[in-house]
């Protein structure tokens, strides 16, 4: 069993930086691409950035620019640097993982998601 932990979500003014963390834990595990994704309140979840094992990365329009997704694959980690956030930047940030654990593709982990408010 993999499982995802978020940090680093709270609250920021408009025009200013977060970082999100995302740790993964378990036994024996790879994996293959990582992802954020965001739901705000009263909308459907919608995907920020993934990025894949070799660094390859993609970005929701509305983040191209601002954000920057990447991780660590010795820590099995993951982050997004946010900046110049605005007001509809506000969200529970979720991680997504495509992990292979002992031969055993897992398409869809998800961590509990952490907040990000952002407000003057």
């Known amino acids: 069993q993999v499982q995802l932990v978020e940090s680093g979500g709270g609250l920021v003014q408009p025009g200013g930086s977060l970082r999100l963390s995302c740790a993964a834990s378990g036994r024996m595990f790879s994996i293959n691409v990582m992802g954020w994704y965001r739901q705000a309140p009263g909308k459907e979840r919608e995907l920020v950035a993934t990025i894949t094992s070799g660094g390859s990365t993609n970005y929701a329009d509305s983040v191209k620019g601002r954000f920057t997704i990447s991780r660590d694959n010795g820590r099995a980690a993951g982050y997004l640097q946010m900046n110049s956030l605005k007001l509809e930047d506000t969200a529970v940030y979720y991680c997504?993982?495509?992990?292979?654990?002992?031969?055993?593709?897992?398409?869809?982990?998800w961590g509990q998601g952490t907040l990000v408010t952002v407000s003057s």
């Open positions: 997504n993982a495509d992990v292979l654990v002992g031969g055993v593709r897992y398409p869809e982990v």
